[in-house]
């Protein structure tokens, strides 16, 4: 591994280490907030949403140098981001701010950490495609072509790694910490998390020559569609988050289509299939925070034991991900999509045994209870949870125009970050359909078996309607 790798594998890292705070917010959520299923649910898909304008943090990046850097001083404003959420997070917990409830200033701290996330995400991305050398030592030899995609393709794969292991580092202790500490200490700790990025920007020069003018037609239709979703978020528009994603994927869909209009006709058809079936793969509706709030109920789910079930299954990602990667980047597209769909099917199968009760039988009879049922299936879950983007990254790393690689990025990000807005919705619509509340979950297996089946059907439909065309 190039020194060079080592600052977008510090950013990706540090946002696997947001996990520390984790388990302790989905406590504190529980237990202090008043907010649904379903409302947790929407305010996921604002949540989602500055994914989904990664353009303009794109178009920045590639145009508009900070005191003359195009790369470490987004690093610095994203980290300040997420320590500023850190601090509203632990002024909330410890309800030091009277003047506005608890439920505003969480979601304030919410989407100002997730601003910070995304911008140092940005600079990650199109570092990850800076540097893999595209000549040889001597620098005018072009270096052969194969060369350069299979180590574009292991700067993905290191990066899903890198994200894995800050998952694993903190997983075990999140949950340790939740149950020791107080949630408000949980957060202040949770400070040192963007320290992380920051040592990592200190390190290494990260400046590159690439700058390119700006793009109005980029930028300024980024900030126009960012002014239209506030707008219509604190207006409270009936029907204000599906309105912003027609909105957005017309946005999105316009400027990839501006973007690849360089590309070669195979390499844009090859491209656009494989964004859809992935987008409906990603954009499948989940069970929400009800199922999470049913264990802890019902079954007796502590905050220790939620790192540990953290722990196995990042551990486990993250073996899966350094064994499974080199053969997942060798693999068609929809190949390794369709496998990830049937096993994520399967692996939803436990939730719903739970959920049924399954557990009270298996436990006088083979003495597997629910926590072992809980474990066997982060154990089986995890090893594939983070390799369904490697094929899509790999492959617009490699058609990835030098000067644009980070709109260029951002804007596929924004497209795939879309597909979760529709899971979000979808999760909202299934919550709604199945009220499940705290202490109030008779239609759980409803819902869980409604989500698996939605689950299996949408990426299966697009595999078999455009998967011969990747």
């Known amino acids: 591994m190039r020194w060079a790798y080592l600052p977008l594998l510090m950013v990706y890292f540090a946002y696997g280490a947001l996990g520390l705070i984790g388990i302790a917010e989905a406590f504190w959520i529980k237990k202090a907030l008043k907010m649904t299923p379903a409302e947790l649910a929407a305010l996921n898909v604002w949540l989602t949403l500055p994914w989904t304008i990664k353009m303009v943090f794109g178009s920045l990046v590639d145009s508009v140098p900070i005191l003359g850097s195009q790369r470490r001083a987004y690093v610095f404003i994203g980290a300040g981001l997420i320590a500023l959420g850190m601090v509203l997070l632990a002024a909330a917990a410890a309800g030091v701010v009277t003047s506005v409830s608890l439920e505003a200033l969480f979601v304030t701290a919410s989407v100002v950490t997730v601003v910070g996330v995304v911008l140092q995400d940005v600079v990650a991305d199109a570092m990850s495609t800076e540097v893999v050398a595209r000549v040889e030592a001597d620098g005018v030899t072009p270096r052969p072509e194969g060369d350069v995609q299979r180590d574009l393709a292991m700067v993905q794969v290191l990066g899903r790694l890198a994200l894995s292991l800050g998952i694993f580092s903190v997983a075990g202790l999140a949950g340790l910490m939740a149950q020791w500490f107080s949630y408000t200490s949980v957060f202040l700790i949770g400070l040192a998390v963007p320290l992380i990025s920051v040592t990592g920007a200190l390190l290494v020069r990260l400046d590159t020559s690439e700058r390119q003018p700006i793009d109005w037609r980029i930028l300024g239709g980024g900030l126009v569609f960012g002014a239209a979703v506030m707008a219509l978020a604190l207006g409270k528009v009936p029907y204000g988050q599906e309105i912003i994603f ?185 919550n709604l359909l199945f009220h499940v509340d705290r202490g109030s979950y008779d239609t759980l297996p409803a819902l869980i078996t409604t989500a698996m089946l939605l689950g299996l059907i949408i990426p299966l439909t697009a595999i078999v309607l455009f998967g011969r065309r990747t």
């Open 246 to 430: 027609l909105l957005s994927m017309t946005v999105v869909t316009v400027m990839l289509t501006r973007v690849t209009g360089d590309l070669d006709l195979e390499a844009r058809r090859r491209i656009f299939y494989a964004a859809i079936i992935i987008f409906l793969f990603r954009a499948t509706p989940g069970v929400g925070e009800g199922y999470r709030w049913f264990t802890i109920d019902r079954l007796g789910f502590d905050e220790a034991f939620y790192g540990v079930l953290q722990q196995t299954g990042a551990a486990l990602a993250l073996l899966g991900t350094w064994l499974l990667s080199d053969l997942i980047t060798r693999q068609r597209i929809v190949r390794v999509l369709l496998w990830l769909t049937v096993l994520s099917t399967l692996f939803t199968l436990p939730n719903l045994a739970l959920a049924l009760g399954l557990h009270t039988v298996t436990e006088p009879l083979l003495g597997i209870g629910a926590r072992t049922i809980a474990l066997i299936d982060a154990a089986a879950e995890s090893p594939f949870a983070q390799l369904s983007m490697v094929p899509l990254l790999t492959l617009v790393a490699i058609n990835a125009p030098a000067g644009r690689r980070a709109t260029w990025f951002a804007l596929m990000a924004s497209l795939m970050n879309l597909a979760l807005v529709a899971g979000s919705l979808g999760t909202k619509y299934l």
